[in-house]
Every structure is written in structure tokens, then in C-alpha cells.
């Protein structure tokens, strides 16, 4: 059994996320005196000296370095400037809401794209296939914001079928889920549409076929789970255009979640706040991508294994 | 009779009507008979087996009938062929790792198999799968059975294959090129197998190679393929014995044969499917050509005097095989006195470990084992051994790729320095590589005459028009035309693409050329042309050759001496007329043994018994 390959990619995750942090760090210090920037220019000297105080940006920067990195240790990322509460428990108490709609746009991705890609590709170059190559092409070519404006439009505005902002119920999940999952949908059909094609040429199929096992055996059982692996990729990356797409979706529908937060935290710039929900959806793009790594893993005994040396 | 297929048409319907790929081929196959089916490629021997499978594209079209014992198969519905797959025929393919599921283990895809085709419940399938790797020859089953497809050997890839093949125990099996890809002596091995499992069960064979020597080896009948049809067909023995058709001549005189002899090849090419023309498709190349070959299609007739059927105007007087042609002499060279390339005690190792991670370390491989090589200037050395032996790490190390662990490698006295440094620009100049194969060896999007040109424009040899002139007469030197420097790769044959690479080889007059398997990716009726044109160049510019091969002629018509290796050693390295006649080796013996030769047509059984020990 190949561990070295997971120990490495854990470390790996491990060594980016420590990246990432000290680049939040960096950012922030060079983008000029938060402080400064954040009250107005005739604020009294003093306060401005206060506030460096309580915020230890008076320190010396490599100070400054160890006690930031001291306090995420301790899970403290600085109190919100607006209400003063600890800038985690403003994004915590949001994560539900965000899981809630990027976890069902995610399934709704799979489950609309995967299958979607299986019958295009079975039909290659019929009117299903094209039916369902032009539909994906439509589906992630259109921007977040235009398709969830698009939606409201027709759905709320004009015929009143569906409410435009969140109202906690199933209901309102409808148009949020489709905006934000359409274009992983699209992209998702493409890809697995192609990968399959080429598993379907592979000699080893051809093969399966010549051993008598009948079609929807091969596809389901050879093809498919080879065509899963370069798909797993790709499924990886659509967990990061997730997250992105959903700080513009929660704010389309009014979705009370870590995406709306960001953008009023950052309109009143309130760092901490973006600090810390900044940090939260790198940790979240990272473990995506472990696990992406881990799943190769599982489906890919060429992996597992580890394809060199063990020849014989 | 476990196959019978008469008519059979295959064509592709494109714009502009059909392309036929094959035409009225009439074969049977009996129960326990192998009848092998042999031609360059491009002769349609892989279409035959796929359309009597049922598995060509849906645009292909087949006319006539194939019988799979008994019953018709083509023209009806698709259930017919879909159920005889597995149960009547089975099928093994050339490259046995790439038929078999990457990610499914070896015993997962057998007992999947079993299951469905014997209908029976996974336990006993488990109990008939280790039955058949056990029979298909396949050490420690228990522990293969858990294990992947990329964690066995080409060789042992293909015994689960079989296995597979075997699982439905079909009347007919179609084994399309099943040892190409494989090692001589594990060519020998699963030749054998083939041939014990068609004693025991009585199956039907098609067999098809490329190769007549493996043909000759194993099969009861021969029919030999010409763009798209049969223009030979009988008895291995007539055919090898008796042979009047000029294209099944000519194959046969292109063969090597551990004796030597001169070199023969077929000039010109197969006709693509779109430029046959009327008559007989061979007319073009053959050297007994009438007028009426190339109006009148020639029928597949009965001979008069032998067992054989041909398809021929102006069939030719039989030649025997294999004593036709006398041995040829080798121009003796004599030894020159100091050695142009040197390796004295020369070893390589190889950093093996999972993925190279920094954590779980790594072992040590040694490919190549304080070995002792010398070549002198303007000699031949032939390299021989299976893959893994060391022999492509022993070319490596010649030319700076890879840096010796241990020893020395010292050309023209100095040590060979590593590719990238400085001194490596120089060194390249007198070194070059011929490689295996020219399809991969040359940039399918350049020129043929700018490729050829661009060591000169590396090393910036001369002025714009100069290096024109030597472009030119680089191409004359290895014999192609003036206007191929404006073709690109596709658009010239397999043959005058490696004369392309070799002409590129040669652009920095180099003193040393190395040579791995120049051969191998080409027809048999090509190969020879090649040998000529090295054996030329070695005669004129007094090249040294170190070549990596398995190809007799080469050694025989060109090589000084032969170096055995095996696991990393050189375990013989002598003269080439002792190699051949007085091995001192066994594993020399073994290997050499293990070449398929027209004149060694017998069972090889207890010579690979002791090889798979």
C-alpha cells in the first residue's frame, strides 16, 4: 500500500494552507494601515494610536506575525469592527446556510451533469447528444448573476411562482440551486461526455465486448469507473467555482450566508471578518482538493499501489 | 467446424461510395487446426478476425456469411454474435496489458467472467479461475489473483487473457498478433501455450502475425493476406516448400534465417483501401508482372502440382524456404587498436520507491552491473537480451543520459559527459541515437527537410544555402528523393521515414551511431532496406555501429560481435560466428533458440519449460 502518497498529499495541504495564511497576512499589511483606512480622515490622533494599540499594530511585524498566527492557533481571528462579536462566530453561524445551498447545487451538478454526459456520449453525434451538447454549452456560458437575474424575472416578477429572496423553505432553495449549479452541470456533461468516449475506444472494452459481456455491462461496470478518474479532476476544480459563485448567488437571492457576509464585511471593511472568511474558503478549496487526491486513491489502484517498482 | 466464412466483404460507406477494406475471402478453420493468417500491414488480417467477431464500427458493412459452429452469425440480428461471443469464439489481442481493465483486479475480471458465461455463483467461479491462471501457466495464482494488471509482466498479462478467453470454453479462438508485443523468448513460451491448449481442447485457431516465422511456427495451414484478399492459401509445409505466388515469395526471401543470407525486401508498399488498383492489387511491386495482372483479377485457384490455392497470372517456380538463399560473408573488420567506446565495469542504478514521495525513501535498482563493453572505430556491436536486461540503460549511459553509478564510460578516452552540460553539445556531435520507432521519433508537424536540417541549425553548421545542399545530399545518401524534404511525416512510408531519421542521425557526421531496434516498427518487407542502408553508410564513412536488437540479419549481415546481457550483466560477448555456432552461454543458447526461424519448425516445448523455470 502506497502511504507515502498519502502522507505527501496531506502534507502538502498542510504546507498550502500555511501559505495562504501568511499571504492573508501579507496582503493586509502591505495594502496600507487598516486602521487609517477605515476611519474617517479628521478622527482624532489619538484614537487612531488607541485603535493600533488594541490591534498590536504598533508591534514589530515579525510580532505581529507570531501573535496572528498565535491566535488562529487559539481559533481567534480578531472581533468584528461593526458589533465587536469574534469574527469565527460570525462566519460560523453562516456555514449552515452556505453548506445548505452549495452542497445541493453540488448534487444537483452530479446528478444533472453525470448522466447527462452518459447518454450524449452513448448517442455520439444523434440528436440526443446534440440536444444536450448545446443545452450544457448554454448552461456554462451564462454568468451566475445574469441567469439568477434572468430567473427572478420570469419566475417571481412575472409569473409569481417562486419567491425571489430566502425564506427558509424548500421552495426558495429552487432558483439559488439551479443558478449556482447549471454552469458545473454544463461543464460536468462535457467532460464526462469525452472522458467516456475515449474509455469507450480503449482497446480493454473492445475486449469486455469480445468476451460477450452485453453493452450496458460494460458501461456500467469498464467504462464508466475509468472515466470517473480524469472526471474526479474536474469535479475537484467545480467545488472551487462553488464557493466563488456562491458569494455572487447569496447575494442575487438574499441568501443569509458566509457569501453575503463576505460582501457586506467587505463594503464596511470589516477586516477581521474578511479575514477570517477568507481563511475559511481557502481551507475549504484545499480540503476539496485533498480529497479529490484521496478519491484517486480509492478508484485508482495504479495509485494505491503505486505503478512503479512493483513490476515484475 | 468452428468457423466458415465464405464471401466475406467488408467496406466503410463514406461520401462518394465504398471503400472496400476486404474482399471474397473464403476460410474455414477446423476443430483443432490453427491456420495462421500472414501479411504486411494494411493487408486486412485484424479486419477478417473483428468482422467475423462482430466488432467493427457501425459505418463498416459486411456481405457474404461467417459460420460460428454452424451457425450464421452475419446478416441477422445482433443477439446472435452478441451470445457467441465468449461462449463460441473468443478473442486475444496484441497488447495484452492494454486489454484488460487498469483498475479491476486479475481475479475480479476472471470471476466476472465465469460468472456470466457459465452461470454459475461466485465460489465456484473463484475455484474456476484459479483453475484456469493455474493452467494458462501462471505462477503463485493465489497471490496474481488480488493483484492488478499493471503489476504483472507483458507475458503473464497475456496468459490471463488466455484465461479470460478460456473462461466460456469457445470451439474458436482468434489470436490477433498475440506475441508481437512480448520478448522472443516469452513469444516462445505463449506460443506454446496456444499450441498445448488447442491438443487439449480442440479448439480452432486463426492466428494472425505479421511475422511468418511465428506463423511457421505453430500453424497447420498458412493463408497469406494481400490488400484486403487472400492470394495464398494451403499446408504451413506447401506453402514454406511450394510457395508460387511472387508476394508470398518474396515474404518468405525477407525472412531472417539464423544461417544468414542475403537481404531481401519487397519494394514499394500496400495500397491504402482508396488506390487499389484494377487486377491484381500487387501488380505495382510484383517482379513477374503480365500486361493482364493489372486488368484481370486473378481467381484463388487450386494449384496444379500442390495442395495450395493462389491468386495468380504468372505464379513463379516454387523456392524452397530457408536453404534458398547461401550464407552471406561478412566483410571481416579487422579490430582497430584503441577502443572508441569504452565502459569498464560500468553499472547504473535506478532510485525505485512509491512516487518518489521524500518520506518513503526509496530502494536501489541496479539495471546495469559492473559491465565491461568496448567498441572499436568503425566496428559493429550487437546488444541482445529480454527487456529489462539492461540494454537500453546500456545505450543511456553511451550517450550521456544517464551518468554511470559506478565505473567508467569513456568515448574517445574521455568520459562521456551528462546531457545538459557544456561539454555534452560537443559530444553529441559524434554520437547520435537511431531509435526504435520513426512514427514517434520525428515531429508529425514539421517538414521532413527541416527536421533533417535542424542539427545543423543547433550546432550552426554553415550558411542558410549550404545547409540546404546537405539537407539534399543527406536525402541521396540515404536513398529518397529531393522533394520528400517538403513532405511532412505522414505523408511517407514507415520505411522512408526511418532513412528520414537516420539521414538526421547522420546530419553532424557523427563517428558513432547507436542503434535501438531500427526494425521493429517497420513491415518485414521493408526492414531489409534499412539493414542495407546501414550497412552501406558503415562501408562509406567507416560509422561506428552499437545496435540494440533481436533482429538477425542485422546481427548476422553487420554486426562484429554480440553482447548477451542479462539482469544488468553481459553474460557473453564474442565474436558473431562464435556466438551463433559455439554459444558458450546457456541463456545465450536459449535466446537464440527462442528466434522464430522458418527452419526451425518443431515443438519448442522443453526448451521453454526450461525458460519459464
Known sequence: ?312 | MPLSVSGLGVTIEQEGGHLPILQDIDLDVAAGRIVGLVGESGSGKSVFCLASMGLLPERWRTDGTVAINGKTVTGRARRTIEEARGREAAMIFQDAGASLNPIATIGGQLVDTIRRLRDVRTGEATEIAMELLEHVGIPEPQRRFREYPFQLSGGQNQRVLIALALAGRPRLLFADEPTTALDVTVQAQILDLIGRLRDETDMGVVFVSHDLGVIANICDEIAVMYAGRIVEYGPTEAILRSAVHPYTQGLIKSMPTKRGGRLHSIGGRVPLPAERPAGCAFAPRCPRRLDKCSEDLPALLRDDAGPTLRACHNPAEPVPAAVAEPVAAREAVPRAGDALMQLTGASCDYRIGAHGSFLSGHTLFRAVDQIDLDLGEGEAVALIGESGSGKSTVAKLALGVEAPSDGTVLFDGEPVPPVGSAAHRAFARSVQLVPQSPFLATDPRMRIGDQIREPLDIHGEGRAGERRDRVRALLDTVGLPDELARRFPHEVSGGQLQRVVIARALALEPRLLICDEPTSALDVSVQGQIIELLKTLRGQRGLSLLFITHDLRIIRSLCDRVAVMHAGQIVEYADTDDVFERPHHAYTRDLLAAVPDLATRAAPAARSAELAS
Not at chain 1, 454526459?117 to 440536444?131: E, H, K
Open chain 1, 1 to 312: 500500500m502506497n502511504t507515502g502518497y498519502l502522507i505527501q498529499k496531506v502534507l502538502r495541504a498542510l504546507v498550502t494552507l500555511a501559505l495562504v495564511v501568511t499571504f492573508i497576512f501579507i496582503v493586509l499589511r502591505v495594502t496600507g494601515d487598516p486602521v487609517s483606512a477605515m476611519l474617517p480622515d479628521d478622527t482624532d490622533p489619538a484614537i487612531i494610536e488607541q485603535m493600533r494599540e488594541d490591534w498590536g499594530l504598533n508591534q514589530p511585524l515579525w510580532k505581529q506575525y507570531v501573535d496572528y498566527w498565535a491566535g488562529i492557533a487559539r481559533g481567534d481571528l480578531g472581533t468584528s469592527f461593526l458589533d465587536g462579536r469574534p469574527a469565527t462566530a460570525k462566519i460560523l453561524e453562516r456555514i449552515p446556510k452556505t453548506l445548505q445551498l452549495t452542497i445541493t447545487s453540488f448534487a444537483f451538478m452530479l446528478l444533472v451533469g453525470a448522466p447527462a454526459g452518459i447518454i450524449a456520449a452513448l448517442s455520439r453525434n444523434r440528436w440526443p447528444d446534440r440536444t444536450i451538447m448545446t443545452i450544457s454549452v448554454s448552461g456554462f456560458s451564462l454568468p451566475n448573476f445574469f441567469l439568477g437575474i434572468l430567473l427572478i424575472l420570469v419566475f417571481s416578477v412575472w409569473l409569481r411562482l417562486l419567491p425571489s429572496a430566502s425564506s427558509g423553505d424548500l421552495k426558495s432553495m429552487i432558483m439559488p440551486v439551479f443558478t449556482l449549479g447549471t454552469a458545473g452541470a454544463g461543464v460536468i456533461a462535457r467532460f464526462v461526455r469525452s472522458s467516456l468516449l475515449e474509455v469507450l475506444g480503449k482497446q480493454y472494452v473492445r475486449a469486455a465486448i469480445a468476451r460477450g459481456m452485453p453493452l450496458h455491462q460494460v458501461v456500467l461496470r469498464v467504462a464508466l469507473p475509468n472515466a470517473a478518474i480524469p472526471t474526479i479532476t474536474i469535479v475537484g476544480f467545480m467545488i472551487g467555482t462553488l464557493i466563488a459563485g456562491s458569494i455572487v448567488t447569496e447575494t442575487i437571492f438574499s441568501w443569509p450566508g458566509v457569501g453575503r457576509l463576505l460582501i457586506t464585511s467587505v463594503t464596511a471593511r470589516d477586516l477581521a471578518v474578511v479575514q477570517a472568511g477568507v481563511m475559511m474558503i481557502a481551507a475549504t478549496m484545499i480540503v476539496a482538493n485533498l480529497l479529490v487526491d484521496l478519491a484517486y486513491f480509492v478508484i485508482d489502484p495504479r495509485i494505491r499501489f503505486g505503478s512503479s517498482g512493483e513490476r515484475q
